[in-house]
């Protein structure tokens, strides 16, 4: 694993005018784990469900991914995001890539919910995080059961085993 200080990269800089030469270090964005995260998750903010993996996610529709869920006997996983949230950007390429994460996700009602725009279907997740959870974290992760009830809460982190144990208590019988 990389630490954060094996992103940088030294550069010699150039003498200019009065300035000498003088060593520059820049940052350089890490290697993604898995490059084809961005390809799988282009444009799934422009249809109502798409899949991933094998989990089929529902997009900004809590009332649908409720309604799945009674139907199904399911929990419902809910992801609070945002377009511009790096983090969240992280947990779709890093951590949604697990194997055992996406067995775990495949037992949910799974449901991205955007809160950073202005329109009214993320002022409305936005609303609805606030409400329910007192927070606008993001990414924030809920566990709800199929009739509504809150199971669990967890924000991010980069622990595998934390999430996937996160997961696993809203499966608990």
């Given at each position: 694993?990389?630490?954060?200080?094996?992103?940088?990269?030294?550069?010699?800089?150039?003498?200019?005018?009065?300035?000498?030469?003088?060593?520059?270090?820049?940052?350089?964005?890490?290697?993604?784990?898995?490059?084809?995260?961005?390809?799988?998750?282009?444009?799934?903010?422009?249809?109502?469900?798409?899949?991933?993996?094998?989990?089929?996610?529902?997009?900004?529709?809590?009332?649908?991914?409720?309604?799945?869920?009674?139907?199904?006997?399911?929990?419902?996983?809910?992801?609070?995001?945002?377009?511009?949230?790096?983090?969240?950007?992280?947990?779709?390429?890093?951590?949604?890539?697990?194997p055992?994460?996406?067995?775990?996700?495949?037992?949910?009602?799974?449901?991205?919910?955007?809160?950073?725009?202005?329109?009214?279907?993320?002022?409305?997740?936005?609303?609805?995080?606030?409400?329910?959870l007192?927070?606008?974290?993001?990414?924030?992760?809920?566990?709800?059961?199929?009739?509504?009830?809150?199971?669990?809460?967890?924000?991010?982190?980069?622990d595998?085993?934390?999430?996937?144990?996160?997961?696993?208590?809203?499966?608990?019988?």
């Open positions: 694993m990389l630490s954060p200080l094996d992103c940088f990269q030294s550069h010699e800089r150039e003498s200019v005018g009065d300035r000498s030469a003088r060593e520059e270090r820049r940052w350089v964005s890490p290697p993604l784990q898995d490059d084809s995260y961005r390809e799988k998750w282009a444009n799934t903010h422009t249809s109502t469900t798409f899949e991933i993996d094998g989990v089929t996610w529902i997009n900004d529709d809590y009332s649908l991914a409720l309604s799945e869920a009674q139907k199904s006997g399911k929990p419902i996983f809910v992801d609070f995001t945002g377009y511009t949230c790096t983090n969240c950007r992280w947990i779709e390429r890093n951590m949604y890539s697990q055992e994460v996406i067995e775990l996700l495949k037992k949910y009602v799974t449901v991205q919910l955007h809160t950073d725009r202005r329109d009214d279907v993320n002022r409305r997740n936005r609303q609805m995080q606030i409400d329910r007192n927070s606008i974290d993001l990414p924030t992760f809920v566990l709800f059961t199929p009739e509504d009830s809150l199971i669990a809460v967890t924000v991010f982190t980069r595998v085993e934390k999430f996937t144990t996160f997961l696993k208590a809203g499966l608990a019988d």
